[in-house]
């Protein structure tokens, strides 16, 4: 099976949506960095990398924009409306787990395993020596 076949998916997902370089998907995949080159003109990764990004920053800002004109009515309205207060103690949590999400991929290292997991390997050896996973 070729390697594209196998690793063309990850890797674009690493590159795009996680924001690793070719060098370290080339580390943890294996694959060349030079075939991770050509991947990525072929699928236009980099066109698709900072659509993600512009996407995933515009719809934090939306967020945050709605949660603060919903606490602004709120605090500056004579009565509370019921609805906004359920609204805003619903997404104040979601608003901060955004933040760590967003912090976390933006400083990401590459510290993750290297090498296959052991569900790749499962259904490399399927696919190519025609081995099942035995269950326990």
Do not use: C
């Not at 072929?42 to 004109?69: C, I």
């Not at 090498?115 to 050896?125: C, Y």
């Amino acid at each position: 099976m070729a390697k594209k076949a196998i690793y063309y998916q990850e890797a674009e997902h690493l590159f795009v949506v996680e924001r690793l370089t070719l060098k370290a998907i080339s580390k943890r995949l294996g694959v060349s960095t030079r075939t991770l080159q050509e991947w990525s003109k072929q699928g236009s990764w980099e066109q698709r990398r900072e659509a993600f990004a512009k996407m995933a920053s515009s719809s934090h800002e939306k967020t945050h924009r709605l949660y603060n004109r919903w606490l602004d009515r709120a605090v500056n309205s004579e009565t509370l409306d019921i609805d906004t207060v359920y609204a805003l103690s619903k997404l104040a949590p979601l608003l901060k787990r955004l933040e760590q999400y967003e912090s976390t991929v933006a400083h990401k290292t590459d510290n993750a395993p290297k090498g296959l997991s052991p569900d790749t390997v499962a259904a490399i050896e399927e696919r190519i020596l025609g081995k099942r996973k035995v269950e326990t």
